[in-house]
C-alpha cells in the first residue's frame, strides 16, 4: 500500500527519538550513535532550500515534455484528451514509482513530490475533459477517490487534505440542494459536523500504530478541522458566503455567530491548556487574531496601525508573562524546548523566522 520503504521510515523515526533521549541526557551519546548505526536510512531527503529546487527543476521537465506530446500528438476530440491525459498521469506515476522511490530512493526530496502531484493533476484532468458537464458532486466524489488513493500511496499531506477538502463539498452541496431557502441556516451547521467528524476521525486514527506512517497527514487533518469548525461559525465568514452564495447580507441568528466569533477561540485555548495540546493552542490563538480581525472590519475603533500596535504589544506582555511563569512554575508545563516538533509547528517555526 506505501510506496516508500517501512524499515527506513520506521528507521527515522528511531533516530529521531535516540537524538530526543541523548540531548536530555536519558541516554549516553554512545548509545545514540549505536541506534543510529544499527538503523540505516536509504532515502534521499535534502533540506527545505533543494527540495524547493528540485520541485522546481521537476516541474520545468514535466512541463516541457507535455508541451512536446502537445505539439506532437493530435487532440481532436475529448475522449481522445481523456484518455491522453489519463496515460501521461499514469506514465508520470510510473516514473516516480520506479526511478524516483525504487531505484533512487527519494522521500521527500522535491522530485518525488512534485511528479506525485502532477501524476494526480494529469490523471484528474484528463477525466474532466469527459466528466466536466456531470453534476459537480461526482466529479468532486472522483477527485476524492483518485487523491485518496493517492494519498495513501504516498502519505502525503496536500494530496489528504485535497481528498478530504473534496468529500467535504460534496457534502456541502447535497445539503445546499435538499435544505433549500432553510441552506443559509444549515450550511454552517453542516461545516460544524463536518469538522466534528473529520477531528474525532483523524484523532483516533493516530493512536493505531499500524497507521504511523500516515501520522503528519492526519495531524494536519485536525487542524485543518478545527480551523473548519470555526470558520463555520465566524461572522465574517457568515457574511461573505451569505452575500456570494445568497446574494444578501442579512445575516440570521447575528447575535450567536458574534458569540461563537470569539467564544471559541477561548474554548481552544481552554482544551489546549488543559489537554496540554500544542495544536488547540496554535490554532486558539490564530482564531482570536481571526476573531479581532472580524470586529475590525466591521466596526472601525481605532485607525489600523493604533490598533496592531495594541494588539501586538498584548501580546508581547502576554507571552512575556506566560515565559516567565513557566520558567519557575513545572507542576504543569514547563518553558524548556523540545526537539520533537510536527511538520505543522516547524512550519510555524519557520514563518516566525522570516518575521
Same mark, same amino acid.
Given at each position: ?6 524499515? %527506513? ?22 548509545? *545514540? ?6 538503523? !540505516? ?6 533540506? %527545505? ?12 521537465? $514535466? ?24 496515460? @501521461? ?32 493533476? #494529469?490523471?484528474? /484532468?484528463?477525466?474532466? &475533459? ?15 477517490? &483518485?487523491?485518496? @488513493?493517492?494519498? $495513501? ?10 481528498? &478530504?477538502?473534496?468529500?467535504?463539498? &460534496? ?37 493505531? /500504530? ?12 485536525? #487542524?485543518? *478541522?478545527?480551523?473548519?469548525? =470555526? ?20 445575516? !440570521? ?36 487574531? #481571526? *476573531?479581532?480581525?472580524?470586529?475590525? =472590519?466591521?466596526?472601525?475603533?481605532? !485607525? ?6 495594541? $494588539?501586538?504589544? @498584548?501580546?508581547? #506582555?502576554?507571552? %512575556?508573562?506566560?515565559?516567565? =511563569? ?5 507542576? %504543569?508545563? /514547563?518553558?524548556? !524546548?523540545?526537539?520533537?516538533? /510536527? ?13
Amino acid at each position: 500500500m506505501l510506496a516508500y520503504n517501512r524499515t %527506513w521510515l520506521d528507521a527515522i523515526q528511531i533516530q529521531t527519538a535516540a537524538q530526543y533521549y541523548m540531548n536530555r541526557s536519558v541516554i549516553s551519546s554512545e548509545t *545514540a550513535h549505536a541506534i543510529r548505526d544499527g538503523h !540505516p536510512v536509504g532515502f534521499y531527503s535534502p533540506n %527545505w532550500f533543494i527540495r524547493i529546487g528540485l520541485a522546481i527543476f521537476g516541474w520545468v521537465m $514535466i512541463m516541457a515534455g507535455v508541451g512536446m506530446l502537445f505539439l506532437l500528438l493530435p487532440w481532436e476530440s475529448d475522449t481522445l484528451t481523456c484518455i491522453k491525459g489519463i496515460l @501521461i498521469g499514469v506514465g508520470l506515476l510510473f516514473f516516480l514509482e520506479t526511478g524516483l522511490i525504487r531505484k533512487s530512493h527519494h522521500y521527500r526530496s522535491g522530485l518525488d513530490d512534485i511528479f506525485a502531484y502532477s501524476g494526480v493533476g #494529469a490523471i484528474l /484532468t484528463g477525466l474532466f &475533459v469527459v466528466t466536466n458537464s456531470w453534476p459537480m458532486e461526482i466529479n468532486l466524489m472522483i477527485w476524492a477517490v &483518485v487523491g485518496g @488513493i493517492a494519498a $495513501i500511496r504516498y502519505a502525503d499531506t496536500p494530496l489528504t487534505l485535497f481528498a &478530504v477538502g473534496c468529500l467535504t463539498l &460534496v457534502v456541502f452541496i447535497l445539503v445546499s440542494r435538499a435544505a433549500g431557502e432553510n441552506a443559509m441556516l444549515l450550511l454552517p451547521v453542516t461545516g460544524m459536523l463536518c469538522a466534528g467528524f473529520w477531528y474525532f476521525l483523524s484523532g483516533f486514527l493516530q493512536k493505531r /500504530t499500524a497507521l504511523r506512517y500516515w501520522q503528519t497527514p492526519l495531524q494536519w487533518i485536525e #487542524a485543518a *478541522a478545527l480551523l473548519l469548525f =470555526y470558520a463555520s461559525g465566524n461572522f465574517w465568514c457568515i457574511r461573505f458566503f451569505a452575500k456570494k452564495l445568497f446574494d444578501t447580507e442579512q445575516v !440570521p441568528l447575528q447575535s450567536f455567530f458574534w458569540a461563537f466569533t470569539f467564544a471559541i477561540p477561548v474554548v481552544y485555548i481552554v482544551l489546549g491548556l488543559y489537554r496540554k495540546d500544542r495544536l488547540l493552542l496554535d490554532i486558539g490563538i490564530f482564531c482570536v487574531a #481571526a *476573531a479581532l480581525a472580524t470586529v475590525r =472590519y466591521f466596526y472601525q475603533v481605532m !485607525p489600523f496601525e493604533r490598533a496592531i500596535t495594541l $494588539i501586538g504589544a @498584548i501580546c508581547v #506582555a502576554l507571552a %512575556w508573562l506566560s515565559i516567565r =511563569y513557566l520558567k519557575t512554575n513545572h507542576r %504543569w508545563f /514547563t518553558y524548556i !524546548p523540545d526537539e520533537r516538533q /510536527t511538520d505543522i509547528q516547524q512550519l510555524q517555526n519557520k514563518i516566525v523566522g522570516q518575521m
